[in-house]
């Protein structure tokens, strides 16, 4: 295939960082949606020539006119999913089967041959549209568990290339990772990149021992070798948040204005504690509400001056386990606070909205102890947001030992999810701390969180992929 694209840094991710809505009158208009990648990816996007590859949501009939265009100086090229892909490829094997065989099984994967095809189908169509937007020698970074077919369908199309692959959910050990039916065309997937990325070590290491083991590839340390004499290296480049921004829309006075008004609107309670996350089965909420049940129902704490306030963005809702899960909550909360609850004072306040930045900010203000309790999570963004927030550097944060930010953090209360007992020392211990101790915690925290933002994971990744031999002066076997 000849290069046919002019774009020097291709982002292809299954999201676009724009969303496709309807208007009331019909017609179709992009909407921004500004996650963490896309503001981390901005500046290294406007220096290159950059294009960025997904889908814009939702299901697409044929006619739909998905044309690429081009937004804020950046290429976007939607890649469509009809109704049964987004079934299959998004709901089914995306979140159905990689999800949870990667967060430790704590769901029950579903192997379904179907969906494995139209993930393969789904995945060559991203590479293709890859293929044709990248200028010659382009470096193209694929990211996370929806597409770990594309690096290598890529390198098929455009050997020319350089691909980097970060993958944002952890990799699983590989006695887990073996039970999937196509574990080989996986790893080999992955292969097809230069760099493959992980969060922690750990990661790295499971995927260089399958790759060894499953493969048969040589390998030593961090750098596998192909046949061909290619290299690959697998590494950890844990992700971050940009921090001076959140600090700064922290110290902002409507922020703080707000986080005032959040603890007045909660009675002005002595002790606020606060979760937010995607209500996933993977964040642990349900062990974490009912550690904190146990401890309003023994009276340690008293509602009358302390609230647990969680926040849970409902996600991935046409999934059976996601509506299994948000009824198990609903039922927990509603019966902890029909059980403990006083006029005027919930033992738990319980919101499903998803709030702006700013509303994030005030919430994180407004909390005395951050409870972020996942059985696994890849690295867990919200506590790193929490402890930026922080800047008179006060605030507890209890954290699962099961998070990849954990490995960063370790100056929080780190609890094990499953030890409700632990859990609950846990926070107290936290609710009881003297200032000086929450002070020097939550200093060593912030300096970590400075030091390693988001930025710096981006360039460093780019910079790395941008040192990759390029493949004209690679050794070609004829
Ligand atoms: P997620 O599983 O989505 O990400 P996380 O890292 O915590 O988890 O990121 C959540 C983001 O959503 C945060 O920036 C947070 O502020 C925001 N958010 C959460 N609830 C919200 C709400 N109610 N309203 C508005 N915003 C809300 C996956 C992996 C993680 C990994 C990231 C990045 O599962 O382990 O850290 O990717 O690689």
Aim: proline content about 7%.
């Amino acid at each position: 295939m000849t290069a046919n694209g002019n774009a020097d840094l291709v982002i292809v991710a299954n999201r676009l960082p724009v969303d496709r809505v309807i208007e009331p009158d019909g017609t179709p208009r992009w909407r921004r949606s500004p996650g963490g990648l896309v503001s981390a990816l901005e500046p290294v996007m406007r220096v290159h020539d950059g294009a960025w590859i997904g889908w814009p949501g939702g299901a697409q009939e044929d006619d739909d006119d998905l044309a690429p265009f081009v937004e804020d100086g950046m290429q976007l090229v939607p890649v469509p999913l009809s109704a049964q892909e987004v079934e299959e490829f998004y709901e089914g094997f995306s979140n159905g089967t990689l999800w949870p065989l990667y967060h430790d099984v704590v769901a029950k994967p579903l192997f379904k041959r179907e969906w494995w095809e139209a993930y393969r189908k789904v995945n060559q169509r991203f590479a293709e549209r890859a293929a044709a937007v990248a200028a010659p020698g382009a470096m193209v970074w694929v990211h996370d568990y929806q597409l770990q077919l594309v690096p290598r369908m890529l390198r098929e199309l455009r050997p020319d290339l350089r691909i980097g692959f970060f993958l944002h959910i952890p990799f699983p050990p590989a006695e887990l990772f073996s039970q999937l039916p196509w574990r080989r065309a996986v790893l080999e997937g992955l292969l097809g990149a230069d760099i493959v990325g992980f969060h922690l070590p750990g990661g790295a290491q499971n995927f260089v021992r399958l790759v060894r083991q499953r493969v048969g590839h040589k390998t030593h340390r961090d750098l596998v070798t192909l046949p061909d004499g290619r290299q690959v290296r697998a590494a950890a480049y844990p992700i971050s948040i940009d921090a001076a921004d959140f600090e700064e829309l922290a110290r902002s006075p409507e922020v703080s204005r707000r986080a005032e008004s959040i603890r007045a609107a909660l009675g002005h309670p002595k002790r606020v504690l606060l979760g937010v996350d995607r209500l996933d089965y993977t964040k642990g909420i349900y062990p974490r509400l009912r550690a904190y049940a146990e401890l309003v129902a023994d009276g340690t704490f008293d509602v009358e001056d302390t609230v647990f306030v969680q926040v849970a963005t409902p996600s991935r809702e046409r999934v059976d386990e996601y509506r299994r899960m948000r009824d198990e909550i609903d039922m927990l909360v509603g019966r902890v606070n029909g059980d403990l609850g006083k006029i005027g004072h919930p033992a738990i306040s319980y919101l499903h909205s998803s709030y702006p930045r700013e509303e994030m900010a005030a919430l994180y203000r407004a909390a005395d102890i951050m409870v972020v309790t996942p059985y696994r999570d890849g690295m867990n963004l919200v506590c790193k947001e929490y402890v930026a927030c922080r800047y008179d550097n006060d605030g507890a944060l209890v954290l699962s030992e099961f998070a990849g930010a954990a490995h960063e953090l370790n100056q929080a209360w780190l609890v094990n999810p499953y030890d409700i007992n632990g859990m609950k020392a846990a926070i107290v211990e936290a609710a009881n701390a003297e200032p000086k101790e929450l002070t020097r915690r939550m200093k060593a925290m912030r300096k970590t969180v400075r030091e390693h933002d988001v930025d710096r994971w981006a360039t460093g990744f780019l910079e790395e992929l941008d040192a990759v031999r390029p493949p004209s002066r690679r050794r070609v076997r004829r």
